[in-house]
Structure formats: structure tokens, C-alpha cells
């Protein structure tokens, strides 16, 4: 996000949009019956084979019971291979769906969210239904948007009024309505500022750094109202406040990358910036993270080892949106994507090009020798993730998508892939996406998770895909994958989530992509006209 300096403490001017066009960015409309059916008085899944979100191996064919919005029962209904027993199945519900040969996982958690601007993506409809045919069932906007518009429509999402995920509301420190805000930023402001965002109910706090002392009060004051927290380290504030002190004050969550390379300096206290490095250069600003891949300790060394200890034995949770800056490492990749024609808002699309206002539209004079910083850098942040996870770590999935070439949705599956690439095994993409999400959220207010893992007694939040994710994790995408059919000679289209199911509502996966496709064509529809995309003319 795009950070101006005030006071001492960074601020980011996205924040800024967000909270002056909070309530001029359009709510979800009011849920019809043609979005989703249910919460049924009695919903039975059968047959169908569970990955349950802890880890655990798949298990099936087992039928799934719901009633309302809560799961009642699992039951084992027999081995692979086999006829299923019909003895002993659960008896008949309101509504039944077959799971012969398809898989069902708890609903995905993405915890790193932004609703879009009036000038991007004006409809939170947009954003809801990617994310819901993504299978993400539950959002933490960091910020969503503006902080009353967002409570409100969390509200609405928690009544199943509207077609959303649940959503999570983190706030910006020194932010919200009817904050009045002071030039001097002191930690007895900070503590007021707590107890203002407590008192409108917020579930957490968001921080982009700040002089030590004010953030350890924000988070110690915190922590007494069972606020999370979470923090992107904004780079002016990295000499004196790196991702471990953060974490010594008491921030729970790290996300992105911004100051763990700084934790781990070895030829610089501070990083060696070109003479000319302007922070308000966003080129610059994105360009030079990824130079610091080769100035830090080594793999395996006792200072990269003590690091990953310390966070480990302190429960720090490590979100790290490798997919919003991965067009870093292959712009071309990013900007060809399959879906943006048809699923990215041409608005949204003009927003990603070159642009010096637009934060994340940095793409000035890209180049090969950008690019391979970030592959590098790619390398050793992934290394660390890994290895974080191996010892014990959480690592959780969030994707910041709405910047950067990054749709909402799409992306989010994108996140997957890339844990897998840096050494998760599937399994273990899953639980962090469901499990270790759901607790990364619940926890600061509760000791058990009402989400993110199949058991009787949890909320219906569930995902089913007819391929199986654990094979090939591209399956999940809204649009499939392709493979070849031998007996035809021809490639289809497979996969793709067929069903969300989020608080006992079921969700059609493919008629909510398909609404999305109907916005996008229609704001097409109205351009009428040339646009310019990747210095390229074309007309809609």
C-alpha cells in the first residue's frame, strides 16, 4: 500500500480511499434464492470422500450430515472400491447431494482481503461471489474498507442477508469513523485508539509500523480486549522496528515479507539503498525488496535457525501473499492470466497498468534483471517459510488480490500453488488454509474453532470439488483445469468447484462465476470504445 509519513508513524494512502470511499462503494446486494439454497433443516452429503483440514489422509466414502448451519455427524458408509452399505446410512435430508468420486474440505479462509475503490471495482457483489466461487468462505479485510461499511456488511454476512463470506475486520491504526485524529502519535493516543476500535467492535488491529514505544502500547492495550493483530512493516520503519521486534512487542501475525529479510542483515544494520531510492518511487520502492535476497544470513545458520525458534515457541503466525508480488518474478505471467478477460473488471484491468498514482501499478520500465532479483529472492523467502513450517510454525494463506495483476478468487488458489512450491505438501496447503486460518482468527477471543475442519458440531463452512486437489491443486481454480480425454482426442475442461457451502447455504459455484462474467461483460458493454492495456490498443 502506498505510505506517506506523518507524525512519526506510517500511514498508507489505499487506507486513506478506502476510508473516504468506504460508503460510496456499493454493498452487497440482498441475497436472492437463485444465489444459494438452504440453511436446510436437514442437508446430507453422501458419499463423498473428506479431506478434513488437520492434516489428516482423505477418508471416504463417508456421508456428511448437516442441519442448519451446523454439521451433526460424519459417518463412515463403507470402503473405496466397494458398494456403499446402505445400513446404518443417515436417514433421508431435505436436500441430498451425491459425492461419488468427489472431494469435500472445510471452507478456505483468506486472511488478507481489501474490498475494491469506486474507481476499480465498485460492487462488494464482485468481489463476494469471486471469493465465494473460489471457495473462500471466510475474508479478514485489512482494511475491508471503510471501517463502518465493513462492520456493517459484516453484520449482514453473519445473517446471511447478503451472498459473502464471514468477514474478519481488522482496522489500520490511528483509522475509522469518527476517529478524531491528532498530528502527534504517543502511546497513551495509541491505547485510546484501541479502546475507540474495541468499542466499535472490530475484531482486530492493523499495523504498517511506528515508533516502538506507540506500538507496544497499541498491541499491549490490544491484547486486554482480545483484539488480533497483524502488520505489514512499512520499510520507513524497519531500521528501528523489524518483523522480530515487532514480534518482541507482541504482534501476533506478520504478513507479506517486509521485515524478516531486515531481521536477518548481515553486511548492513539498515538496507544498502541506491543513492537515489525514493520510497515514493513505487518502482523503487518494490524493485529494492526483492535486492535484499543475498544479504542476509544463510540457511541453516544460527541466526536464521534462532529466528525461526523464536517464532515458533512465541506462536507468531507467518502470512506471506507470495501471490501479490509474484508478477515481480514474470510480469507477462501475471498480466496474460486466462481469467482476466472474462472475470477481471475492465476498470480493474486499467487500474493494474503503469501507473505512478496507482499504488502496486509500478510496472514503469520492468526488466530482466528486476525479475531475476525477484526469482532469487523468491528462492530464500520460500526456504524460510518452509523450513518455519517444518519446525513447527502457522502458516496461513492471504492474498491482498486487487492489485498487481491480482484478481480476487482466482488468486487465491494461486496462493496454494505457491505453498506448494515452496515445499508444502498438499495436505498440509489444505490445513493451512482452512485450519490454521480459522485459528489464527478465532484465537485471540477463543480457545476452540467454530471453522476449518469437518467435525459434528462445527459451522457448515465446506468446499466440494469432483477432482481430487490432493493430484493437482489447479483443479480448484473457478475455471478447472484442462486434460486431455484419450478416448476422444480432445482436451476438456475438468474440475473447478462445484458447490461452497458456507453457514449450511449451498452455493453454486458455477452460477456465481457466471454472474461475474455477466458484470464484467456489462461494464465492457459500456466502454464502447479502444483501451490501452500493456502499451497495447484493443476494443471492447
Do not use: C
Amino acid at each position: 500500500m502506498r505510505q506517506r509519513v506523518r507524525g512519526g508513524l506510517v500511514l498508507v494512502a489505499l487506507v486513506a480511499v478506502a476510508l473516504a470511499h468506504g460508503q460510496k462503494l456499493t454493498p452487497a446486494p440482498p441475497r436472492s434464492p437463485s444465489d444459494g439454497g438452504g440453511p436446510y433443516t436437514r442437508l446430507v452429503i453422501r458419499g463423498i470422500t473428506v479431506i478434513d483440514g488437520t492434516g489428516a489422509a482423505p477418508m471416504g466414502p463417508v456421508d456428511v450430515v448437516v442441519e442448519g448451519n451446523r454439521i451433526v455427524d460424519v459417518v463412515s458408509v463403507g470402503v473405496p472400491h466397494r458398494p456403499i452399505r446402505d445400513k446404518g446410512r443417515p436417514a433421508k435430508g431435505e436436500r441430498e447431494i451425491d459425492g461419488t468420486g468427489k472431494y469435500l474440505m472445510p471452507g478456505f479462509v483468506d486472511t488478507h482481503v481489501h474490498y475494491g475503490t469506486p474507481d476499480k471495482a465498485p460492487d462488494a457483489e464482485y468481489m463476494n461471489k469471486l471469493w465465494l466461487a473460489s471457495g473462500v468462505t471466510t475474508v479478514r479485510g485489512v482494511p475491508g474498507g471503510g471501517l463502518d461499511w465493513t462492520l456493517k456488511e459484516r453484520e449482514r454476512s453473519a445473517k446471511n442477508e447478503i451472498t459473502a463470506p464471514r468477514i474478519y475486520v481488522y482496522q489500520p491504526a490511528f483509522t475509522g469513523d469518527g476517529w478524531k485524529d491528532k498530528p502527534e502519535k504517543t502511546p497513551e493516543l495509541g491505547r485510546e485508539w484501541v479502546r475507540f476500535l474495541a468499542g466499535k467492535g472490530a475484531d482486530g488491529i492493523k499495523l504498517f509500523g511506528g515508533d516502538p514505544d506507540v506500538v507496544a502500547a497499541i498491541l499491549d492495550e490490544g491484547k486486554k480486549y482480545k483484539l488480533g493483530s497483524l502488520a505489514h512493516l512499512g520499510q520507513e520503519s524497519e531500521p528501528r522496528l523489524t518483523a522480530i521486534d515487532a514480534t518482541r512487542l507482541g504482534l501476533r501475525t506478520v504478513t507479506h515479507s517486509y521485515g524478516l529479510f531486515e531481521s536477518m542483515l548481515t553486511q548492513t544494520t539498515v538496507q544498502d539503498y541506491p543513492a537515489d531510492q525514493n520510497y515514493n518511487d513505487e518502482q523503487m520502492r518494490f524493485g529494492q525488496v526483492a535486492r535484499n535476497w543475498d544479504k542476509i544470513a544463510q540457511r541453516g545458520s544460527p541466526q536464521w535457525n534462532g529466528l525461526i525458534d523464536e517464532w515458533v515457541k512465541g506462536g507468531t503466525v507467518l502470512n506471506p501473499t507470495f501471490t501479490i508480488y509474484s508478477a515481480g518474478r514474470d510480469l507477462m505471467r501475471a498480466y496474460t492470466a486466462e481469467w482476466h478477460d472474462q472475470y477481471t473488471l475492465p476498470s480493474l484491468m486499467q487500474y493494474y497498468q503503469p501507473n505512478r498514482e496507482n499504488h502496486g501499478s509500478f510496472f514503469y520500465n520492468w526488466t530482466t534483471e528486476d525479475e531475476v532479483a525477484f526469482k532469487n529472492y523468491f528462492r530464500i523467502w520460500m526456504e524460510f517459510i518452509n523450513d518455519f513450517k517444518n519446525a513447527g510454525g502457522h502458516v496461513t494463506v492471504g492474498t491482498d488480490a486487487g492489485f498487481i495483476y491480482q484478481t480476487y478468487g482466482f488468486t487465491y488458489i494461486q496462493e496454494l500453488e505457491m505453498l506448494r512450491e515452496a515445499g508444502f505438501t498438499p495436505l498440509e496447503v489444505i490445513r493451512s488454509a482452512t485450519l490454521y486460518g480459522a485459528e489464527e482468527l478465532q484465537s485471540p477471543k477463543q480457545d476452540t474453532v467454530d471453522f476449518g475442519i469437518i467435525r459434528p458440531g462445527k459451522l457448515a463452512d465446506m468446499v466440494i470439488v469432483g477432482e481430487n486437489p490432493l493430484a493437482n491443486l489447479k483443479v480448484l481454480y473457478p475455471t478447472g483445469w484442462m486434460r486431455l480425454n484419450d478416448a476422444t482426442g480432445k482436451t476438456e475442461r475438468v474440475g473447478g468447484i462445484e458447490y461452497t457451502i458456507k453457514d449450511g447455504i449451498v452455493f453454486d459455484s458455477k452460477k456465481l462465476l457466471g454472474d461475474v462474467a455477466e458484470m464484467v461483460a456489462k461494464q465492457k458493454a459500456a466502454i464502447k470504445g479502444p483501451v490501452t492495456l500493456q502499451g497495447v490498443s484493443k476494443t471492447y
